[in-house]
Each structure stands twice: as structure tokens, then as C-alpha cells.
């Protein structure tokens, strides 16, 4: 069978976006076996990723699948696909939707979120940017979210992710789809808790990264990793999330990746600041977007009008306005009040110790054995 005769009869899907994790979810969903077509802005990068199967500015060394191509017209890319990936900057989605509309109104594709951010100016999450701009079902909508590292993956070394839908059957179809021998997905109907475990655990990994940078040790960045879980649990819960969705792998499993890796951009960002760069200094150093740095000052606003309190993601912010030295931020880890407080978190969860391993716990059984039942995540 020819080239063109055999990308014909594969399902046809399009990934709006061809930065690093564009680019990589487009190899998830080739290697399993549909013909994607990826939209680039640039042109120069769209026949990059046509003559030479490689998108070297992202993601060096990858050599993409046969069954990938690239067009920077929009039209192109969506013609005939059943499912349409978006991954771009959370901060410039809306705007983009602007030119998706007319091209997706007469479908009836799943829409599905990659992106791990909330819009500055009206803390909305993705998912909500994209019902509001397309006038579309939510139930056509999904996201995907995880432990997800666009290089690891993209040199296939073996991960899990969770796609998350208002609608079982969008959230089934997506994921029957997103998947291969190397990336395992399942599915849950918790969309709140899934796009805020990606939106928060980038807040931690900036800490993280601070305290990296400064040179403090290990235990301060446990300290942080733990009861950052518990700053996430609280904040997603009062916007409606399930806990135990944070203790999954849109939550723990997320959180743990981002905050231990180098190949982490939040994480990268945090370790510039913890080294004395500037906010701006750190913008023009980094090669990609941290979605962690534009998140900030929109979670916190939603956390003071809910009442939870983020004294670590407090912390960043007046790192990031230059209000706190880096060095300080581990002094005031949680809180500058010296009256002893328990580890639970304000929705009654346990915080710390027996409640972290048991978090962790789970999220090694969703990968190697397809969840538990006190799981809303399902295989």
C-alpha cells in the first residue's frame, strides 16, 4: 500500500499547536495509529516537520512518525479530523479560538485540552475558555493531564495520563485514541480537578525550583512537595474538584514529575528566580512558555474568594514581584503564625505522612494495574 493510500484509511485527528508537547501528544496519537496533522504558525516549521519528520527547535533528536504532517493553514489541518487537540499558550487561546470557530461549529469532534494554565484576566481554565469562545457542548469537551514531560515521552519511555470529560463517552473515545504501547490513558469525569492539579502543581515546581536554585536540600523540597499537595487539594476542592483526583496522576503524579525534573520549564523558571534573575530576566531566558509564572496571580485571586489559604503559592508570587528574597522563601514555608497547627487540609483530608504514601501508592497502581476502585481515574 502506498504512503497516501494507507494515511487515507487511518483516522485522521488534528493538534492545534506544534511546540514541544503539541508536537509530542501529535507522536502519542500517530504511534497509535492515526494520521495527524499538525498546525504550525510558523511555515518554515510546518515543512521542518513535513521533509525532515523532525521538529529539531523543540524537540532535538525525535524523529516523528511517517503518518505526521504539518500545514500552517488552520483549514488544512482540521479538514476531515474526528478529534482536535489544542495546545497552545493558555494566554493566547482565546484569541486563537477567534479563527477556530467557523472551521469546528458544523463538527462534531471531541475538543481536547493540552494545555495546563488559567487565563490571567478571568481565571478560567482552558476547558471553560474553550466552551465560552467556541459556543460549543461541554460534553464535547475534554482535557489530558498527567505526569507528562514532552521529552521523555517523545523518546518513549513509558508514562499514564488521565483524559477527563463532563461526558464519559468523549472522555472513553479520546482516550481509546491516545494511546499506544508507551503512553497508557484513563479517564475520569472530575474536569475541574483534572485541569487544576495541571494548573497547581506548576505553582509547587516554581517553589521548587526557587529553594533548587538558592541551594537548599532535600528536605526542604519534600517539605514543599507535601504540603504543596495539600495547597492543591484544598484549592480544587472548593472549586468543586473530587481529593481524590489531586491524589491521582493529575495531582500527585503531575506534581511529583514536574517538581524532581530539569526538563520541567516551571521548574527551570523557579531555579533562574532562586539564582537571583529577575521576573523579566527569566521570561527572556526561557525558550518556552512556564504556564506556572502567568498562573500565579489568577489562582491566588480565586483562592482568597473561596477562603483557602496558599501560603506557598503566596510565597512565589512575592518572589516573582520582588517583594521576597528567594533565600526567604523556605524560612516562611507555610506560614509565619508560630501557633502549632495540625497537617490536615481545610476539607478534612489527611496532609501529610500516612495520607501522601497512600496518594502515592494509588498512583503507582493506576500505572501498572489500571486503577482501584477508591479511584474516580478508570482504565
Known amino acids: ?36 496533522t499538525m498546525w504550525a504558525r510558523r511555515p518554515e516549521l510546518a515543512t521542518e516537520i513535513n521533509e ?7 524537540l532535538p533528536g525525535i524523529n516523528l512518525p511517517r503518518s505526521m504532517t504539518a500545514t500552517a493553514r488552520l483549514s488544512e489541518a482540521l479538514d476531515g479530523a474526528e478529534q482536535v487537540y489544542l495546545s497552545i499558550p493558555s494566554q493566547a487561546l482565546r484569541e486563537n479560538l477567534t479563527a477556530l470557530r467557523s472551521l469546528v461549529e458544523g463538527t462534531d469532534a471531541p475538543l481536547v485540552s493540552l494545555m495546563k494554565g488559567v487565563e490571567k484576566r478571568t481565571g478560567l481554565r482552558m476547558s471553560q475558555v474553550i466552551e465560552q469562545e467556541l459556543a460549543c457542548d461541554p460534553a464535547r469537551i475534554a482535557v489530558a493531564s498527567g505526569p507528562n514531560l514532552a521529552l521523555e515521552i517523545a523518546r518513549e519511555q513509558p508514562t499514564a495520563a488521565v483524559i477527563s470529560s463532563v461526558s464519559q463517552e468523549t472522555a472513553d473515545a479520546v482516550a481509546r485514541r491516545a494511546r499506544n504501547s508507551y503512553f497508557r490513558t484513563f479517564v475520569n469525569t472530575d474536569v475541574i480537578g483534572t485541569e487544576f492539579g495541571g494548573v497547581l502543581k506548576n505553582l509547587i515546581a516554581v517553589a521548587i525550583g526557587i529553594v533548587d536554585g538558592v ?13 504543596g ?5 484544598d484549592f480544587a476542592v472548593a472549586q468543586g474538584a473530587h481529593p481524590e483526583t489531586l491524589q491521582g496522576l493529575a495531582g500527585l503524579g503531575d506534581l511529583i514529575a514536574t517538581c ?29 512558555t512556564a504556564e506556572g509564572l502567568a498562573s500565579v496571580a489568577p489562582v491566588l485571586q480565586l483562592a482568597r474568594e473561596a477562603g483557602v489559604e496558599m501560603p506557598i503559592v503566596e510565597q ?19 506560614t509565619d503564625d508560630d501557633t502549632p497547627k ?37 482504565s
Open 215 to 227: 541551594g537548599y536540600g532535600e528536605n526542604t523540597k519534600a517539605s514543599i512537595i507535601t504540603r
Open 1 to 36: 500500500m502506498s504512503r497516501r493510500a494507507e494515511s487515507a484509511v487511518l483516522p485522521r485527528v488534528a493538534v492545534i499547536g506544534a511546540g514541544s508537547w503539541g508536537t509530542t501528544f501529535g507522536k502519542i496519537l500517530a504511534d497509535g495509529g492515526a494520521h495527524v
Open 316 to 334: 512565589v508570587k512575592r518572589v516573582l514581584d520582588g517583594t521576597m528574597k528567594p533565600r526567604d522563601i523556605a524560612p516562611h514555608l507555610t
Open 229 to 233: 499537595l495539600v495547597e492543591m487539594t
Open 342 to 378: 495540625g497537617e490536615r487540609t481545610q476539607n478534612g483530608q489527611a496532609g501529610g505522612g500516612g495520607a501522601l504514601w497512600r496518594s502515592l501508592q494509588r498512583t503507582l497502581d493506576q500505572f501498572r494495574h489500571g486503577g482501584g476502585r477508591p479511584s474516580r481515574d478508570q
Open 260 to 288: 524532581q525534573s530539569p526538563l520541567s520549564r516551571n521548574n527551570t523558571a523557579g531555579r533562574l528566580l532562586g539564582q537571583g534573575y529577575s521576573f523579566q530576566d527569566v521570561v527572556k531566558q526561557m525558550n518556552q
Open 52 to 58: 525532515a519528520k523532525r521538529n529539531s527547535g523543540y
